[in-house]
């Protein structure tokens, strides 16, 4: 089975349909889990949980006197349910706002969805430019700094793949001010030079041949360097 990382199980969690509380029958919160292991530290499994916050709920109502009868200490459940499995376990905890700091609010959810619609949106005008090897498009979505990072990502690598000559320029000068994302542009630009047989000159930065000896812009020795 494929590991997923956090990013792919939070839209998958959001493209599913909340289970409700077997104990009360309320919609379950979307649950962040800390990044601390509780009870037997073996760790949540899962970045993200369903959990009931009603304060209403059965279990979480009766369980401040099941856990101060039984075992003298403050405290009582929450409902927790696994996504993938949809089990439902509790969780012990120790006040009214225990674990309500973890929650996924609604405005969360909404950034998310719309990041997510932005997304694909960006790859699906990218997945066009790749087919008709539009390098230019390509390099308008990499430039734009209100387009999501993983889609720079994506038009960084079809850069080294369609892009020409002109791009190395605007691609050396701009700061993308995110690492990964530099980091894909500078492959990029080095890759274009190996499909055009190209480099830069060390002193003037002006493109020229990979084999020159001497740069036609300013003159210089290059060869060697």
Same mark, same amino acid.
């Given at each position: ?8 199980v939070f839209e998958q969690i959001l ?22 292991? *509780? ?41 927790? *349910? ?7 376990? *509790? ?100 890759r274009i030079h190996e499909r055009f ?17 001497? *740069? ?10």
């Open positions: 089975m494929a590991l997923q990382t956090k990013e792919q493209s599913a349909e909340k289970p409700h509380c077997p104990h009360c029958g309320v919609e379950m919160n979307i649950w962040e889990v800390p990044p601390v292991p *509780c009870d037997d530290g073996l760790g949540w499994g899962t970045p993200y949980l369903y959990m009931c916050f009603n304060d209403d709920c059965p279990l979480y109502a009766q369980g401040w006197n099941h856990i101060e009868e039984n075992y003298g200490r403050t405290a009582s459940y929450r409902c927790l *349910c696994y996504p993938d499995s949809r089990k439902f376990e *509790c969780m012990t905890v120790f006040g009214p706002f225990g674990g309500t700091g973890q929650i996924v609010d609604d405005q969360a959810v909404a950034q998310q969805r719309e990041l997510e619609e932005k997304i694909k949106a960006g790859m699906a005008r990218l997945e066009e430019y790749e087919g008709a090897k539009d390098g230019a498009g390509v390099l308008e979505i990499l430039m734009d700094a209100t387009a999501p990072a993983r889609v720079r990502v994506r038009a960084a690598e079809l850069t080294a793949e369609i892009g020409d000559l002109g791009a190395v320029d605007p691609l050396r000068d701009h700061n993308f001010g995110n690492d990964i994302i530099n980091k894909k542009v500078d492959d990029a630009v080095k047989y190209t480099r830069e000159c060390p002193f003037c930065a002006e493109i020229i041949k990979q084999r020159a000896n001497i *740069c036609k812009h300013c003159g210089k020795d290059v060869a060697g360097r």
